[in-house]
């Protein structure tokens, strides 16, 4: 797909894998591809009056919440672009800038989920019939044009809104680990205007956190 963006390649098209053999995560992490999932990429050319690049995240947690319950699983968003079925691990969102391009990718366990991580996982196969790769991308590419629409449109406004509407309730407990090694544990309340998460301290002060991994506490 990075040749493909820098080729000039237009925005819209997608690729889909039946599976992968180095497939990753985010941090570089291995990401297990058997046979029976979704495994696939979009390109998105950026234009100057676009929202911030790394919100596109949240247009795609939206779009893939949104997809999942179309298959009859209710999902729960987790900042920045987890998505949980019963507080375990259900897809994955990477995004990469190349050029003036931001290649999504995105994994999605639908017949298979990884054991003996250091998280819960699961698939929608656990939960209902796993619904065909093909049928659930093409869904999710429907659902993910008309929130980039509405991104390009109306701002993170209404991405953002869609996005608490399907998160953890505020008051979660959260911890932060970032990428300095370091963590910060405290309290869900809500996102920046600009799609960062907001912990409520011990202390009664609020942090807004960029990048990071965050667990449930």
Not at 70 to 85: E, H, I, R, Y
Not at 130 to 150: H, I, K, M, N, Y
Not at 193 to 214: S, T
Request: aromatic share 6%; hydrophobic share 45%.
């Amino acid at each position: 797909m990075a040749a493909l963006a820098r080729s000039g390649t237009p925005e819209g098209v997608w690729l889909r894998a039946e599976r992968q053999n180095a497939g990753k995560g985010r941090q570089g992490r291995a990401w297990e591809s058997p046979v029976g999932n979704l495994y696939i990429s979009t390109l998105i050319r950026l234009r100057p009056s676009d929202p911030p690049a790394a919100t596109l995240a949240l247009v795609a947690a939206v779009a893939l919440e949104e997809t999942v319950r179309t298959f009859g699983v209710s999902a729960m968003l987790k900042w920045p672009n987890d998505l949980l079925v019963d507080g375990a691990k259900l897809s994955g969102i990477l995004l990469e800038r190349v050029e003036d391009a931001v290649i999504l990718g995105i994994g999605v366990n639908l017949a298979h989920h990884p054991e003996g991580l250091d998280r819960a996982t699961t698939s929608l196969a656990a939960h209902g019939p796993a619904p065909d790769p093909q049928v659930f991308a093409e869904t999710l590419g429907e659902s993910f044009e008309r929130w980039l629409a509405r991104w390009r449109g109306e701002g993170l406004v209404s991405v953002r809104e869609r996005w608490l509407a399907r998160a953890h309730p505020p008051g979660t407990a959260l911890t932060a680990r970032l990428a300095d090694g370091s963590a910060v544990d405290g309290l869900f309340d809500g996102l920046t205007g600009e799609g960062a998460l907001i912990l409520r301290l011990a202390d009664g002060g609020r942090r807004a956190i960029h990048a990071g991994d965050v667990f449930l506490l």
